[in-house]
């Protein structure tokens, strides 16, 4: 089983535990419970699992808030008239202490819990506490960002290693994060209810071999002083004067007497529970060398990373003592050749800008600690002498969750969308899911929810999610709503709930893909409150209302021109959905009776409302501007066409007609006509598509799912305006931008890589399958389907995720001997599971083989039948190899035109045979 809760003994503060994991085949044979040896008897020929059960631990952190002996400490700042200003260093604290260990005696384990706010540095004995059993040691910018009102993260690190006898000393940098900033911005940080000092809290627990143990906290016998980091802010950057660095402060042999060190301060503890941080830590994950220098003036020298990124620089520079060079980031140049680095939302001629004080060395080599920024160009200004490309080196930084999936197929246009939106996705992972690393670092709920299924294929995402429900949570008001931004204080309770649904839609995310059920439980109360919420703002008829629809439609600056009242309905009827299935896996069958009524009525004035017959005119052709976005159409004598209208004339919306196929809303006889509307609209704009990050996700699976494969297809692999292919093209695009604009302020936002959970589903072909609302047993991948789409121009693609119940894999590969297509299928289905597999047999199948032989005589091979040109099997765990030979299928394309030609399947795009 997967997600087994524990029901032993009640687990101890500090304590270790240990465990093991066993496997039973299908006949029994399980595992030996012993220390591990290999106690296999393999005498009667049977494959058997019980040996090489490796033993494995945990280590309990500090449970209870009385397993803390430390309080709160500081360093308190004069009083300034300004209570925004922010050049106040950060301040240094120091403990030295003694272990007399002896002969007889020795550190059997040693462990630091510590929490600094917003950010922190740990020292111990002149060397950086990190961990040891990562590859990426050090971790940075922790802890994560929270509601520090109700949940406060710790940190425990293993220091048994870097203790000796005799004289230790501790020492933390405090930096300010998102606790203590000071700079103005449109979100209010500055003046959250939490904003406080930068302070921390430490324990370190010594346990010797005697049986005997000590313990170091924090007090007011600490010691401050200010450091030589003498401002940093998360949207600016870190000052750092390296004239005021303190050598050896960290260190033993270091006299603080009579070097201004004074008593560390008591500092008001927050108001959040302290609570051990489960999601992996923000770490260096790359080091990538600058491609290209430029010199736009003098002394100013601009460096191009080659690709957009999260993180910093690390300089490796010599001046004379005193130079102060600044140090900008930013993911564009102007024309001018400089660094363009301007926020509008942040009140601050520093935004994105580090600077540094040269000490007067041979060679300086710093990096900042308390910010982070997004770029793709650095610009160094003030600097009197010459730089080179070795002059700097730019540091990757980001939430290090596991990497768990791999796509790639023959198309370099797609290879290169699936790349820039991985990146995307983890240039935004900072603890939470940011928007964008460079304007906002904001954990905006659409953008989020938009991209999960995106992020899950590829990352593990799990503790990250579960991190961020709370979050979520946390920021609940008491009416139920909950923000659009998480974590949250005060800013984002507008009304959204096509961005407040990430709430419900991330959890049953972490069910279905994860097998979460606890998780489920945990948020059921919160998220039946914010389901109460959306049900209050209901008008008579049933349907909602939003503060801002299909966000950045092409040419659109934010909020669409046609409303948002079909988009906020749809999204709260899936709303209604989700809860009615958690309601009754966690047997709340009065709430499931209440919620299916809602949904119902909800799905009724929908389309009582909103749905209508319309008929298009001719359009023998339609050029798509950015200042001309939509075709005119007007009724005509055709017949069955359905579009959702809105509350404000706007033409033709696709998203509109998108989203109530995506969530099964609209009525089953008008399916095809709404297909048809929207293939129409889409034909009229040069087959592009004209939605926003709500659209995006879902045209690509609804047009693949209503036998319009290719046409999702040809819109994915578009290279002019609108289009993934325009920005990278045009501007050769290494991330996913903001909007489909050139003008488009963000270049790495992660919202529009939703299209790289199509590439995993429909083009290598794995998917899990789509009946899981209405079908509560296809969960946690333990059923999935592999089917593959075979477009024209694409030859093969292979997929790989590795799933809870273990790796699950794709690859194919299609070749054409006119008049047949050669197909081959490789697969894994993991232990536990079962897999249907489409294999594609077109219009005459010559044979169907697995590993070699008919596939009639594969075991574990079950025909289920044909479903649209494709043979259907059933299969359970283990590798497979498919392949199939079958003559080719004529493909009739309508023109715009009204006229028909036909073309062979197996032509390609520069080579297409016309009859």
Known sequence: MIAINYEGPELKSGTRYYWKVGVWDSIDYGPSWDDGSDNSDNSDGKNNFNHNYRMSWFEMGLLKASDWQGIWIGMDYPTMDNPLVITQPAPLLRKEFNLNIGNDKKISSARVYISGLGYYELRINGQKVVDENYENKER??????????KRVFYATYDVTALLQDKKNVIGVELGRGFYALKVSNIWDWQSASWNDKPKMILQLNINFSDGTSTSISSDSTWKAHFGPTIADAIYNGDDYDAREEIPDWDRPSYNETGAGWENASSMTPPQGELRAEMIPPIRIMQTIRPIKLSNPQAG??????????????????????????KIKYGEAVGQDGHVIAINEYVDSNSFQTDSYIFK???????????????????EISGFPGTMTLDSLEAKVVHTAVETVGQFSCSN??????????TNSILGNLHGIPTDTPMYEKNGWMGDAHVSAEAAIYN?????????????ISDSQQENGLVPMISPSDSWGYSHAPEWQAAYPFILWNLYKYYDDQEILEKHYLNLKKYIEYEISMLDQNYTSYSELGDWLAPGMDGVPVEGPKVTATTFVYEEMKIITNIAKILGYLEDVEKYQEIGAKIKNGLNKNYLAEYTYASVERAEYSEHSNHVDHSKNDQSNSYYYFTEKYSKFRQTSNILPLAFDIAPEGYKD??????????KAKAFHLDTGILGTKYIFPVLSDNNQAELAYRIATQITYPSYGYLITNQGATSNWESWDLNARSHNHHMFGSIDGWFYNYLAGIRIDSDTLNNLNLVGIKNFTIRPYLFDDLKNASASIDTIWGVISSSWNKSIVPPFTLFTLKILVPIN?????????????????????????????????????YAKYLVGSGEYNFSSKFKLKLKVFTLQSGKKRKLFAFSFAKSLKTL
Not at 305 to 325: C, F, P, Y
Not at 673 to 678: C, N
């Open 300 to 325: 100013s020298f601009v460096f191009d990373i080659g690709k957009v990124i999260a993180g910093w620089v690390k300089i490796k520079l010599a001046a004379t003592r005193g130079t102060k060079i």
């Open 833 to 869: 599971t079962t897999a249907t597999v489409y294999i594609p047999i077109g219009n005459e199948t010559k044979v169907i083989t697995e590993s070699g032989v008919d596939v009639a005589m594969s075991k574990g091979v079950s025909y289920q039948g044909v479903e649209n040109g």
């Open 140 to 149: 940075f910018l922790d802890v994560s960002f929270t509601n520090f009102n």
């Open 412 to 421: 370099e246009l797609i290879n290169k969308i699936h790349e820039n939106s």
């Open 459 to 471: 990352f593990d995402m799990h503790a990250f999610y579960n991190k961020w429900l709370d979050d």
């Open 673 to 682: 006509g709404l297909i048809s509307s929207l293939i129409f609209d889409i």
């Open 360 to 378: 007067g060395e041979d060679i300086e080599v710093w990096s900042p600690k308390f910010s982070y920024k997004g770029f793709q160009y650095v």
